[in-house]
């Protein structure tokens, strides 16, 4: 599709589980974020990749959230022995530049933790 | 780091009429706001932006006013329809990342 596609668009998953969701950017988009966002609130920044790199992890909250980017498209985050707070919608957006361009959000994928 | 403000919560007004929804940012360095528009179950779309060198922005019935003095800046709608109903949200840039306001929801009655 033209736009940025994010898998499962819902997890229900247990306290302590481990998730995975994954995000597909626009193609050729060098940029791509990862924001979560809970009920009521505006996105909240985890992290962001210029190419394969991490950029600027400073949003994530702790060492049980983690994301790849390996070959410079396909983005997944990873969040171990998740806890009932971890429930949210976890946004991607991809760019064509960062920092100061348009973000493309995908849909979500939203996460509850039960 | 960055932290952006945003008022009201919520803004009901009559179709027609104009909304205008406000947003403080902490960061001087801040040199990009954005505005998106957020539909249920959708994600974030950018309706607007200004760059810190630019005071004021238009387009169509959307404008957006900058006042870097007071670090402050606003989005208008006029001649508000049914289909703006949304949440907006503001935005501010230093570098590379987006800090995001805590949005408005906006309804707008026929």
């Known amino acids: 599709g033209a736009g940025v596609s994010q898998t499962p668009s819902n997890k229900v998953t247990e306290k302590g589980k481990y998730v995975e969701l994954r995000c597909d950017p626009i193609?050729?988009?060098?940029?791509l974020y990862w924001y979560r966002q809970s009920l009521g609130q505006g996105p909240e920044f985890l992290i962001y990749?210029?190419?394969?790199?991490?950029?600027?992890d400073s949003g994530l909250p702790n060492d049980r959230f983690f994301a790849v980017r390996p070959e410079g498209s396909v983005s997944t985050l990873k969040i171990q022995r998740t806890e009932r707070g971890d429930s949210a919608v976890y946004l991607c957006?991809?760019?064509?530049?960062?920092?100061?361009?348009?973000?493309?959000f995908g849909e979500g994928s939203r996460l509850t933790v039960l | 780091g960055e932290n952006v403000e945003q008022h009201p919560s919520t803004l009901s007004v009559q179709e027609g009429d104009s909304a205008v929804i406000k947003c403080t940012y902490s960061?001087?360095?801040?040199?990009?706001f954005p505005w998106y528009k957020q539909e249920l179950g959708k994600g974030p779309q950018l309706i607007i932006d200004?760059?810190?060198?630019?005071g004021e922005k238009k387009d169509q019935r959307i404008a957006v006013t900058l006042n870097k003095t007071a670090k402050h800046f606003s989005l208008h709608i006029t001649e508000t329809q049914p289909e703006d109903s949304a949440v907006y949200f503001c935005?501010?840039?230093?570098?590379?990342?987006?800090?995001f306001g805590t949005g408005t929801r906006l309804q707008v009655f026929p």
């Open positions: 957006a991809s760019s064509a530049t960062s920092g100061t361009g348009e973000l493309f």
């Open positions: 193609s050729g988009h060098t940029a």
């Open positions: 990749f210029q190419g394969t790199g991490a950029a600027d």
């Open positions: 960061d001087s360095a801040s040199n990009y």
């Open positions: 200004i760059r810190s060198n630019v």
């Open positions: 935005a501010a840039s230093i570098t590379d990342k987006l800090i």
